[in-house]
């Protein structure tokens, strides 16, 4: 097999595996071909130093952390449980939706507080008549950071690929994507940042309505290739060790709540902004869970007999 060069991205070797004439004339069908190649990648990163134990240390890691934040490394399987009350039943049968919860277990996403910036999001977005056909609005974020976040985790931007077709999807939910990527306009030491496009769907068109409102923030979800747990020097913040990502990928993004900013949702369910069955139910939990307050009217001018 075609061994990876140092330093070459992973989308760099596919191309060249692909086009390999030993690879060609073993697997003469184009996905059979891909799906060596992909199995060549993982085999070397696996041969590298990230086999499967060290990959299920860090899954139990994750999993047992007690934290109400989502800031930091997590699994796409707490966003899943999170909505899928909202989800209709159809959707759910069809998709198996049981296989795709436990599947989410292993898949690892991040999400850090510059991620969790929605001014920067508000600000660039777009809903002008200059979007490709097929999509209503899009809008700039940072993907990832390297910034140290408050499960001590640190993701190092520069040694990440992207996949440049990856979906955007809203909670991580892999059944309803609502967009895609559209392009990196940065990548260095410190951050990565994408410009990504929204669907014009109905379910698409509910997601541009809360991005506009700035009460979504970005997740991403990746496979780590490298990482080792790292002892922070200066834990001053109360947080002395978490996970290093050296060399990674992101396979997809996501829009996903902010729990401690629901008015923006409540708002528009409303309103009567969201269209969809999916975000009306999602919604209405959060207008159903709202304070309820009793306006008092008191007369100042007569005595209060209530004997309180």
Not at 51 to 69: H, N, P, V, W
Not at 82 to 94: D, L, M, R, T, W
Not at 115 to 135: A, H, N, Y
Not at 249 to 270: F, K, W
């Amino acid at each position: 097999m075609p061994k990876p060069r140092a330093g070459e991205k992973r989308q760099d070797y596919l191309s060249r595996c692909m086009a390999d004439p030993n690879e060609r004339q073993k697997h003469p069908d184009q996905k059979e071909r891909y799906a060596a190649c992909n199995g060549y990648w993982e085999s070397e990163r696996k041969s590298e130093g990230v086999g499967a134990m060290d990959f299920d240390e860090l899954i139990q890691s994750i999993q047992q952390r007690k934290t109400e934040t989502c800031w930091g490394i997590g699994t796409a399987a707490q966003y899943l449980r999170s909505v899928e009350a909202c989800i209709p039943e159809g959707i759910k049968q069809q998709a198996d939706w049981s296989t795709i919860v436990k599947a989410a277990e292993r898949s690892l996403t991040y999400c850090d507080e510059e991620m969790g910036k929605t001014e920067q999001i508000v600000k660039s977005f777009s809903d002008g008549t200059e979007l490709p056909d097929g999509f209503c609005a899009s809008f700039d974020c940072t993907l990832t950071s390297r910034r140290k976040d408050r499960d001590g985790d640190v993701l190092e931007p520069a040694g990440f690929e992207v996949d440049q077709e990856m979906p955007l999807l809203w909670q991580h939910v892999p059944v309803q994507p609502t967009g895609k990527h559209f392009q990196v306009i940065q990548q260095d030491d410190d951050r990565i940042r994408s410009k990504f496009g929204v669907v014009d769907t109905p379910f698409g068109r509910d997601n541009a309505v809360l991005v506009k409102a700035g009460v979504l923030r970005m997740s991403h979800g990746f496979k780590p290739y490298e990482f080792e747990p790292i002892q922070h020097k200066d834990a001053g913040d109360g947080v002395p060790s978490g996970w290093h990502v050296k060399r990674g990928e992101i396979r997809e993004a996501s829009l996903v709540s902010i729990p401690s900013n629901v008015d923006g949702v409540i708002e528009a369910y409303s309103r009567g902004q969201l269209k969809t069955p999916v975000f009306q139910a999602w919604a209405k939990e959060f207008f159903d869970g709202r304070p309820v307050i009793v306006p008092v009217q008191l007369d100042l001018t007569k005595p209060d007999t209530s004997g309180h």
